[in-house]
C-alpha cells in the first residue's frame, strides 16, 4: 500500500483534532501532551540547527564578496515585502475602519507589556551577547545569528588546514542536525494533532468574540490573505521567475505547522527541510537566509501590528494625522523585526508602536481576546514570506530549481 503523504497526514489530524476538542473538550488532556512534546522536540533542535546551518552555510559561501551580496539582497527583500505589507494594511484598516464604535468595555489587562519596553536602541546593542552561552540558553536569536554569522566568515578567512577541519565539522554536524530534524517532522500528524485538539477545546466564546471584533479580525485576514495570494505570489513569478502554485505545494507542510503552532521558530527546522529538499535550493542560500527570516522578516506582524494601532486608535476617537501614519509604519516595521519567532510576541510588540505614536498602552487589552487567532494566520505568512525570499535570492543566484 502507497503511504499518504506527510503533508495529507497533517490535514487529516488537523480535521480530527477539531472534531476531538469539540466532541472531547474536557478529556483533552489525554492528547494535549503529544502537542508539549512535539513542540519540544522542534525547539530542543533549534540552536544547534541555526548554528551548524548558517555555520556551515556561511563557510561554504566562501568570500566576503559573495557573502554582501547575500546579505544585501536578503535585507533589500526583507524590507521591501514587509513595507508592502504595511501599506496594504494601512490601506484596509482606512477603508473599513473597524474600530469606530468598538465596544470599550471589552478591555482586558495584558500581561508582560513592560517586557517590550526594551527600545530599537537596546534591541540593537543587545545583538552582541555578552555570553554566547547565556544566548543560546535564554533562546536570544538574533545573538546567536550574529555570532555564527561572525564565527562562519572567520573560518573562511583562516590558514587552509583550520578551514578544512572546521568547514567539514560544522557540514557534518549540520548534516546530523537535518537527519534529526526529518525524524522530528515524521511526528508532526500527532504533535499538530494535539495542538490543535487543545487549542479549540480552549476556545469556549469564539461567537462572541466573532460578534465584537469581527470586523477587526476580517481587516486583518483580508490584508494578509492579499499580501499572501497576489503581492507575494507575483513577486514570485516576476523577479524570481518561480511558478508560485508549484512552490507552495512544497511549502504545504511548514505552512501548516506554522498555521497550528503559531511560531515561525518552531517551524524553521521544517521550512528549511522543504526550501532545500523540495524547493531545491542549495544549502548555504537557505542556511543564510531562513534562519534569519525566521527572526527578523516578519510581513504578517508587521501588517497585523500596524491594523491592531490603528484599530485602537479609531476605538478611542483619536485621529491619525499622515505624520502619525507614517510613523506607525516606520514603527510597525521595526515593531516586527523586533518581534521573536514565538507565539504572541507581535501582540507585546504593539506597545512599541503606541508608544511612538502617543496611544494608550491599555488599548492592547482590546485585542488581547482574538490575538491567538490571528497569530496563527499572521505567522503563516511570515514563514510563506520567508520562503518566498529563499527561492527568489537563490534563483538571482543562477540557481537551478525544483519549482
Ligand atoms: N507568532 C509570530 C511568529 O512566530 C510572531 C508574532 O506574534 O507576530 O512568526
Redesign the pocket.
Known amino acids: 500500500m502507497k503511504k499518504l503523504a506527510l503533508y495529507w497526514q497533517i490535514l487529516i489530524a488537523f480535521v480530527l483534532a477539531i472534531a476531538y476538542g469539540i466532541l472531547f473538550k474536557d478529556q483533552v488532556h489525554l492528547v494535549a501532551w503529544m502537542g508539549d512534546l512535539f513542540l519540544k522536540g522542534l525547539k530542543m533542535i533549534i540552536i544547534p540547527l541555526i548554528l551548524s546551518s548558517i555555520i556551515s552555510g556561511i563557510a561554504n559561501i566562501g568570500d566576503a564578496n559573495n557573502l554582501g551580496r547575500l546579505g544585501f539582497k536578503t535585507l533589500v527583500y526583507y524590507i521591501t515585502t514587509s513595507t508592502l505589507a504595511l501599506l496594504s494594511g494601512l490601506f484596509f484598516v482606512n477603508l473599513f475602519k473597524p474600530g469606530v464604535g468598538a465596544d470599550m468595555g471589552f478591555v482586558e489587562e495584558v500581561e508582560g507589556l513592560s517586557m517590550a519596553k526594551e527600545s530599537f536602541g537596546e534591541t540593537l546593542m543587545n545583538i552582541v551577547p555578552e555570553n554566547i552561552f547565556v544566548a543560546m540558553v535564554e533562546n536570544k536569536m538574533l545573538s546567536v545569528i550574529f555570532f555564527a554569522i561572525l564565527f562562519g566568515f572567520l573560518i573562511t578567512q583562516t590558514t587552509n588546514k583550520s578551514k578544512t577541519i572546521l568547514t567539514d565539522f560544522f557540514n557534518a554536524l549540520f548534516d546530523v542536525m537535518m537527519k534529526l530534524t526529518l525524524f522530528i517532522i515524521k511526528f508532526t500528524p500527532l504533535g499538530i494533532f494535539g495542538i490543535v485538539a487543545n487549542q479549540v477545546a480552549n476556545q469556549d466564546n469564539l461567537g462572541e468574540l466573532m460578534s465584537r471584533l469581527g470586523i477587526y479580525m476580517g481587516v486583518v485576514i483580508l490584508g494578509l490573505s492579499i499580501h499572501a495570494i497576489i503581492v507575494l505570489p507575483l513577486m514570485l513569478k516576476f523577479i524570481g521567475k518561480v511558478n508560485p502554485i508549484k512552490h507552495f505545494i512544497a511549502m504545504r507542510t511548514p505552512l501548516i505547522t506554522a498555521f497550528s503552532t503559531?511560531?515561525?521558530?518552531a517551524t524553521l527546522p521544517l521550512t528549511m527541510e522543504a526550501i532545500e529538499h523540495k524547493s531545491g535550493v542549495s544549502n548555504s542560500i537557505t542556511s543564510f537566509t531562513l534562519p534569519l527570516g525566521a527572526t527578523v522578516n516578519?510581513d504578517?506582524?508587521a501588517l497585523?501590528e500596524l491594523v491592531a494601532a490603528m484599530f485602537i486608535a479609531q476605538a478611542y476617537g483619536i485621529d491619525m494625522s499622515i505624520t502619525q501614519q507614517i510613523i506607525i509604519v516606520i514603527t510597525g516595521l521595526l515593531a516586527s523585526i523586533g518581534?521573536?519567532?514565538?507565539?504572541?510576541?507581535?501582540?507585546v510588540m504593539i506597545s512599541v508602536i503606541l508608544t511612538a505614536v502617543g496611544l494608550p498602552l491599555e488599548g492592547i487589552g482590546l485585542i488581547l481576546a482574538v490575538d491567538r487567532i490571528l497569530?496563527m494566520f499572521?505567522?503563516s505568512v511570515?514563514?510563506w514570506s520567508d520562503s518566498c525570499g529563499a527561492v527568489i535570492i537563490a534563483k538571482s543566484e543562477g540557481e537551478e530549481l525544483k519549482v
Open positions: 503559531s511560531s515561525s521558530n516578519m504578517g506582524t497585523y518581534a521573536a519567532g514565538i507565539p504572541m510576541a507581535g501582540l497569530d499572521r505567522t511570515n514563514v
